[in-house]
C-alpha cells in the first residue's frame, strides 16, 4: 500500500521552477523526518534534502540557494521548491521519511516518484 504520493513534477526550461509535493495516505497519523532524494538515469539515489519534525532542514551542496524544503504538519505534506533549475537536475524525484501511525509506531516509507525534466 502506498503511503507517500508525490506530485508537481514535468518539464521545465532551464532556469525555471517547480514546486514538487508529497502527501500521506489517510492512515497515516504523523510525520517525522522528511526528505527528497532523486536518482538521475545511470546514476545512485541521492539526498536532495531533508527536514526534520522540528524545522530543521538539510541539502545538498549541489542544489543549496536554489531548493527549498518545507513542511505542513496539519495537512501531513512536504514540499520541495525548485528555482534555477538546471539540466542536471533532471532525475526521478523520490519522497521519503519515518510515518507515525494511529496506534502509536512508525516506519519508514518512499514514495513511487515523479519525473523532472530540465531541457529546452
Known amino acids: 500500500q502506498v503511503q507517500l504520493v508525490e506530485s508537481g513534477g514535468g518539464l521545465v526550461q532551464p532556469g525555471g521552477s517547480l514546486r514538487l509535493s508529497c502527501v500521506a495516505s489517510?492512515?497515516?497519523?504523523?510525520?517525522?523526518?522528511m526528505g527528497w532524494y532523486r536518482q538521475a538515469p545511470g546514476k545512485q539515489r541521492e539526498l536532495v534534502a531533508s527536514?526534520?519534525?522540528?524545522?530543521?532542514?538539510n541539502y545538498a551542496d549541489s542544489v543549496k540557494g536554489r531548493f527549498t524544503i518545507s513542511r505542513d504538519n496539519a495537512k501531513k505534506m512536504v514540499y520541495l521548491q525548485m528555482n534555477s533549475l538546471k539540466v542536471e537536475d533532471t532525475a526521478v524525484y523520490y519522497c521519503?521519511?519515518?510515518?507515525?501511525?494511529?496506534?502509536?509506531?512508525?516506519?519508514?516509507?518512499w514514495g513511487q516518484g515523479t519525473q523532472v525534466t530540465v531541457s529546452s
Open positions: 527536514i526534520t519534525s522540528g524545522g530543521s532542514t
Open positions: 489517510a492512515r497515516i497519523f504523523s510525520l517525522y523526518s
Open positions: 521519503n521519511g519515518r510515518l507515525g501511525t494511529i496506534e502509536g509506531g512508525s516506519f519508514g516509507s
